[in-house]
């Protein structure tokens, strides 16, 4: 595993995309959930997997590693790719301290706010040694999602700071 830069993101929405393609999410929402808070993404040189993984400390004083984002291209899956990048966000977070590490959860810009209890994530967490925390509901609506708007009003999904 090695570190991806924010010069990878475009290759990172690109994964998502063919992982994920109903969360239709933009690079410019990866840069922001993954590269511009503080943490890394970490996958394997040849881009197939990534995983990125955030830091917050606390109320408490205690140093929260939180997964932001776990992705597999669809033709990996099944290889070992998703425990090797758990495995990878859990060696990271330890070596900078972390007191524990969670999945999803409540990190500045999660791009989940929790983990589906029967999604792929969640079983590869269990598997792992994760277990339930607290309860978040999750209702299964992806990003990607888009209302009808009312009548008379046009919605615009801003990507970059010029749509503003």
Do not use: K, N
């Amino acid at each position: 595993m090695q570190q991806w830069g924010a010069d990878r993101v475009e290759e990172l929405a690109a994964l998502v995309a063919a992982a994920a393609p109903e969360e239709d999410l933009s690079a410019d929402e990866l840069l922001t959930a993954c590269y511009e808070q503080p943490g890394v993404v970490l996958g394997p040189p040849t881009g197939e997997a990534a995983v990125a993984v955030g830091l917050r400390r606390e109320r408490g004083g205690a140093l929260v590693a939180t997964v932001r984002l776990v992705v597999v291209h669809p033709q990996r899956r099944g290889t070992g790719a998703g425990p090797a990048l758990m495995e990878a966000a859990e060696r990271w977070a330890h070596e900078r301290g972390a007191d524990r590490i969670e999945l999803g959860g409540p990190g500045t810009f999660a791009l989940w706010p929790g983990v589906d209890p029967h999604s792929a994530l969640a079983s590869l967490g269990a598997a792992r040694g994760f277990v339930a925390g607290s309860e978040v509901r999750s209702y299964g609506v992806p990003v990607g999602f888009r209302s009808g708007s009312p009548e008379g009003v046009v919605v615009r999904r801003a990507v970059h700071d010029g749509d503003v």
